[in-house]
């Protein structure tokens, strides 16, 4: 056998891909040759990825719609043509980057629709939209980028967890309907990640807060889109054919899957 992972005549739709960890899958999936869908709640953070992914050889797109939006979602999609690979990524992490930090007992019930709308509902409008076109073409890859806060719990952050566990079901669900279709759907479960919204923490990274954090760590660092983009790559190529319902850690030995 032969491995490679030339994503060569696929198009793939990165939800969220102006910044952080979208950004770098963009940038991943361009270099692996697939035509990349840029998007973003901003227009103009979107445009600025699609020109570093021209500027480097690559193809890429703006794709510019809001995930809460099922009537935007839909109409970008089917403007944009058919959408091999989707990618849902985009997320609210709540204002911080580190979601609202309360026990659930004494959590604001209207705090907890933004977890929701962007991490569920943004997650169901995109696959809804997506998936009918690569179960009629026989052939598609939904990943959705989930956090162990779903997976595992996440003490003092439980709307923000739910939202991530609902997303992961839905993947599984999603395996199993259309499977029969050539189609694979997983979960990749991150840890604490290093992206422009948290990059004040890592600034100082022996300080206290930081040392902290990564004290629950087997990897003492911070995940990178790097280390997401590999996994990716592979569960979006035809290697990654026979691998669906999954929820995959990336997570530096955060917690561990049997």
């Not at 992490?93 to 930090?101: D, E, L, M, V």
């Not at 956090?147 to 609902?166: F, N, P």
């Not at 206290?208 to 790097?226: C, E, F, N, S, V």
């Not at 990716?232 to 190529?237: D, P, Q």
């Amino acid at each position: 056998m032969t491995f490679n992972l030339d994503l060569s005549g696929r198009t793939a739709l990165i939800t969220g891909s102006g910044q952080g960890v979208g950004h770098g899958l963009a940038r991943s999936f361009a270099a692996a040759g697939a035509e990349v869908l840029v998007n973003d709640l901003r227009p103009e953070r979107a445009d600025e990825v699609v020109a570093e992914i021209r500027a480097a050889g690559g193809k890429a797109r703006t794709a510019a719609f809001d995930v809460t939006d099922y009537a935007g979602v839909a109409t970008a999609i089917a403007d944009a043509g058919p959408v091999d690979i989707l990618i849902n990524n985009a997320g609210n992490a709540g204002p911080q980057g580190f979601g609202t930090r309360a026990r659930f007992a004494e959590s604001d019930p209207g705090q907890w629709e933004p977890f929701l709308r962007v991490n569920l509902y943004g997650v169901l409008n995109c696959t809804r939209a997506a998936l009918p076109g690569m179960e009629e073409r026989r052939w598609g890859r939904v990943i959705t980028i989930v956090s162990d806060a779903g997976r595992a719990g996440d003490a003092y952050g439980a709307a923000y967890g739910v939202s991530k566990a609902g997303a992961a079901g839905l993947t599984r669900s999603i395996a199993l309907e259309s499977g029969r279709y050539g189609v694979t759907a997983n979960n990749i479960s991150l840890g604490t990640m290093r992206t422009p919204v948290t990059e004040p923490l890592w600034a100082e990274p022996d300080s206290p807060q930081a040392k902290a954090i990564l004290a629950a760590y087997a990897i003492r660092r911070p995940g990178t889109a790097d280390d997401v983009a590999a996994l990716a790559l592979v569960l979006s190529g035809d290697q990654g054919s026979w691998i669906t319902g999954q929820t995959i850690p990336v997570n530096g030995g955060y917690s561990f899957a049997l």
